[in-house]
């Protein structure tokens, strides 16, 4: 069975947790105590900005900035190298 991804709205915050640990501190720094919460199965990024009284797009955005800078950077091609070759 597929895992549904980050944007999918049913997506519980245990499985964002385990698939995407980088994403805990978004909600540590907001105090929201989510990480680690035995209902984290059963909420979802939506749940959690009701009950912490968060804009859930502007929150949605943070989680996403965490993930992309966990991102490894993809090497530059041997193609756009300068080196000796090249003169």
Known sequence: ???????????????????????AVAFLDRRMLCPGCPIAPFHTIADACVEYSLEEAAFREDVKSRIAASEPVSPVPRSARRGRADR
Do not use: K, V
């Open 1 to 23: 069975m597929r895992r549904p991804d980050f944007d999918d709205p049913d997506l519980p915050l245990s499985d964002l947790f385990a698939r995407r640990p980088e994403t």
